[in-house]
């Protein structure tokens, strides 16, 4: 059975900054052989693509609104992947989960993704 783990949230003020972890377990799980993806979803609002990034860590792909705020990476040694954000606003208030995927057509859309965490909530206040 898989698990995904996601930790690091709270409550910060616009402006600041938080690093959320996502720690991947399972016997069969192999890691480094997923793409793994970070989405958020805010009351009443669809689940929104944030970040997602390759097998080795050498491709990153980034939503629209967190680009060049956020930052995604992996340890692969550590099954962890890493969501780095920095200049954080109200907007970006939501249930941050990660996700893994063998095979993904579509970085961005979140039925791509096979595995899912249970979310941590980020809140940033104005």
């Known amino acids: 059975q898989v698990q995904l783990v996601e930790s690091g949230g709270g409550l910060v003020q616009a402006g600041g900054s938080l690093r959320l972890s996502c720690a991947a377990s399972?016997?069969?799980?192999?890691?480094?052989?997923?793409?793994m993806g970070w989405f958020r979803q805010a009351p009443g609002k669809e689940r929104e693509f944030v970040a997602a990034?390759?097998?080795?860590?050498?491709?990153?792909i980034y939503g629209t609104s967190v680009k060049g705020r956020f930052r995604i990476s992996r340890d692969n040694a550590k099954n962890t992947v890493y969501l780095q954000m920095n200049s954080l606003n109200p907007e970006d208030t939501a249930v941050y989960y990660c996700?893994?995927?063998?095979?993904?057509?579509?970085?961005?859309?979140?039925?791509?993704?096979?595995?899912w965490g249970q979310g941590t909530q980020v809140t940033v206040s104005s």
């Open positions: 996700a893994a995927s063998q095979s993904v057509s579509d970085f961005k859309d979140p039925h791509d993704y096979t595995y």
């Open positions: 399972g016997r069969t799980f192999s890691f480094s052989g997923h793409v």
């Open positions: 990034i390759s097998w080795s860590g050498g491709s990153t």
